[in-house]
């Protein structure tokens, strides 16, 4: 019955997009940004409390296991392999007390359980086993949805020369749509990679990633994001 369901869904769905394509090409819309000369991999909150059942904050198990997993492993391969810079951003709180005078969630407790994901609690917000980082990578700690607000984000990419950004993770509809449309705005340019994306609502991928590649980002397949990764070429050889 899910199946029958999700297939109905999809069907909409591509009507939908069929239909608004027509008036965003005839507005304009729907350009492209291009790949650049140096890439960085931004990986958004694939830790245990959104990739492993069990959380409030866990996303459709289906597709992180059988999708975004491999696809990112792809992903992490080629950047290595070659050299490109990757950070992977996660989310955790130290002050969960939603009672406090003060406390690092902000307001944003008021609208989802974000209490849940304490900083004191790490194997929570660890970066999943299957794609953990390695020495040179760097884990960075955000409070917000995008990971460029209140963050040395950018200031880290610029410093390394980057122009480009091939983001994935969770959510679709807030974490990696925030983290896209704020890269854009500080200038880089942007990649949505289109099997590493997820979220916990059916629908809400395939619609966000069909509204992100008309205003913020290029989406890309994981094939296409690794050729580019191989073929722009590996620091370590142009340092050599």
């Given at each position: 019955m899910q199946d029958i369901d999700n297939r109905e869904l999809n069907r909409m769905l591509q009507q939908a997009f069929d239909a608004s394509t027509k008036i965003y090409q005839e507005r304009g819309f729907q350009r492209r940004i291009g790949f650049g000369r140096r890439p960085a991999l931004v990986s958004v909150d694939l830790a245990n409390a959104w990739t492993r059942p069990g959380n409030p904050f866990t996303c459709d198990q289906e597709a992180m296991d059988?999708?975004?997993?491999?696809?990112?492993?792809?992903?992490?391969?080629?950047?290595?392999?070659?050299?490109?810079?990757?950070?992977?951003?996660?989310?955790?709180?130290?002050?969960?007390?939603?009672?406090?005078?003060?406390?690092?969630?902000?307001?944003?407790?008021?609208?989802?359980?974000?209490?849940?994901?304490?900083?004191?609690?790490?194997?929570?917000?660890?970066?999943?086993?299957?794609?953990?980082?390695?020495?040179?990578?760097?884990?960075?700690?955000?409070?917000?949805?995008?990971?460029?607000?209140?963050?040395?984000?950018?200031?880290?990419?610029?410093?390394?020369?980057?122009d480009t950004i091939l983001v994935t993770g969770v959510t679709a509809t807030a974490c990696v749509r925030t983290t896209i449309c704020d890269g854009l705005a500080d200038g880089f340019r942007t990649i949505a990679v289109r099997e590493c994306i997820g979220d916990r609502v059916p629908g809400a991928v395939a619609w966000n990633l069909y509204d992100i590649d008309a205003k913020f980002a290029d989406v890309h397949s994981v094939d296409e994001c690794v050729d580019y990764l191989d073929s722009v070429g590996s620091t370590r050889m142009a340092a050599e």
């Amino acid at each position: 019955m899910q199946d029958i369901d999700n297939r109905e869904l999809n069907r909409m769905l591509q009507q939908a997009f069929d239909a608004s394509t027509k008036i965003y090409q005839e507005r304009g819309f729907q350009r492209r940004i291009g790949f650049g000369r140096r890439p960085a991999l931004v990986s958004v909150d694939l830790a245990n409390a959104w990739t492993r059942p069990g959380n409030p904050f866990t996303c459709d198990q289906e597709a992180m296991d059988n999708e975004i997993m491999p696809g990112m492993q792809r992903l992490l391969k080629a950047c290595r392999t070659n050299g490109h810079p990757v950070i992977h951003v996660t989310t955790a709180y130290e002050i969960t007390d939603r009672n406090a005078p003060f406390t690092d969630m902000g307001l944003w407790h008021c609208k989802i359980p974000i209490e849940v994901v304490n900083l004191n609690d790490r194997a929570l917000w660890a970066i999943d086993a299957r794609i953990a980082p390695v020495e040179g990578e760097y884990t960075l700690l955000k409070k917000r949805a995008s990971a460029f607000h209140g963050t040395g984000l950018g200031g880290i990419l610029r410093a390394a020369g980057v122009d480009t950004i091939l983001v994935t993770g969770v959510t679709a509809t807030a974490c990696v749509r925030t983290t896209i449309c704020d890269g854009l705005a500080d200038g880089f340019r942007t990649i949505a990679v289109r099997e590493c994306i997820g979220d916990r609502v059916p629908g809400a991928v395939a619609w966000n990633l069909y509204d992100i590649d008309a205003k913020f980002a290029d989406v890309h397949s994981v094939d296409e994001c690794v050729d580019y990764l191989d073929s722009v070429g590996s620091t370590r050889m142009a340092a050599e």
